[in-house]
């Protein structure tokens, strides 16, 4: 999607009675003229160091079908990477170095809706190779503006509005931080998640005006949506992990768990192109 958007992680144990409490609010969405427009599916493998962290990094690798084209790499030293698509066969390179565990690996299946300027994306979320639901992530998205900054109460207003199961109105308008992810709530307060180096441009060849789509302020966008995709998949991780080793005493958590808290990643994010490989 093109403009701001705001995810939210709705854990299976706030969303009672799971799959039709999320079909609830689908339903909901479509009474007040929601259109659905399509599917979308979201993958997110996790690559652990074998040396050192000292040495080694670990990170994750987030793709979208939202970003055919683009892979967005997350390190735990708040590095943020966008690069091709094809980054995700190299990663499989690096088995002397890096180990894939596919037991955490988080992939999300969702719906697609749009109502007027808005886009809203419902997300089953899927760990590893279990069945069972792990949670829902709620993507709503203004499309009519790209500035960061000056969305937030629009976004704020039309979720507790339209979406009030999900967050309930706040008494306190300053309160942005029950709503949105870390990341966010600073990209809003900031002014900007990711400033451009230079403004939007537009030529004319031959009769033809290029995209505004390609401007870095839609970059910046696609950033700061992924990094909170990032940031809430990262917190189903943790949650399983709680929840397994609380349930069985013979299960350990993993020795270098992936440790960015919620916000960290989007600290530094590339200002270049979600197609192009740009280090963070």
């Given at each position: ?7 939210l992680l709705w ?182 998640f990711d400033p ?85």
């Amino acid at each position: 999607m093109s403009g701001v958007s705001c995810v939210l992680l709705w854990s299976s144990v706030e969303a009672k009675g799971g799959p039709q409490a999320l079909e609830g609010l689908m339903k909901r969405v479509e009474l007040l003229g929601a259109v659905r427009i399509g599917r979308m599916h979201i993958e997110s493998a996790i690559y652990f160091a074998s040396h050192p962290k000292a040495t080694c990094k670990n990170f994750q690798v987030l793709t979208s079908t939202e970003f055919p084209a683009s892979c967005f790499v997350f390190t735990d030293n708040n590095t943020l990477l966008v690069a091709d698509l094809a980054f995700r066969e190299f990663a499989g390179y690096l088995r002397a170095s890096y180990q894939r565990k596919k037991k955490l690996q988080v992939e999300g299946k969702g719906m697609k809706y749009r109502l007027g300027d808005f886009g809203i994306n419902f997300v089953t979320l899927f760990m590893g190779q279990s069945a069972n639901v792990r949670g829902y992530l709620i993507e709503v998205t203004f499309e009519a503006s790209c500035i960061i900054h000056l969305c937030g109460d629009i976004l704020r207003a039309f979720i507790t509005q339209v979406l009030p199961d999900v967050c309930p109105p706040i008494n306190d308008p300053n309160s942005a931080e029950h709503i949105f992810s870390q990341s966010f709530h600073r990209a809003v307060q900031t002014g900007s998640f990711d400033p451009p180096r230079w403004p939007p441009c537009q030529f004319s060849l031959d009769g033809l005006q290029s995209s505004t789509s390609d401007s870095p302020l839609h970059h910046a966008c696609a950033r700061l949506t992924m990094s909170q995709y990032a940031e809430h998949m990262n917190s189903v991780r943790r949650l399983s992990r709680q929840t397994t080793h609380t349930g069985s005493a013979s299960a350990t958590p993993c020795s270098t768990p992936y440790a960015p808290t919620s916000g960290q990643i989007a600290a530094t994010a590339s200002p270049r192109a979600p197609s192009s490989s740009t280090p963070g």
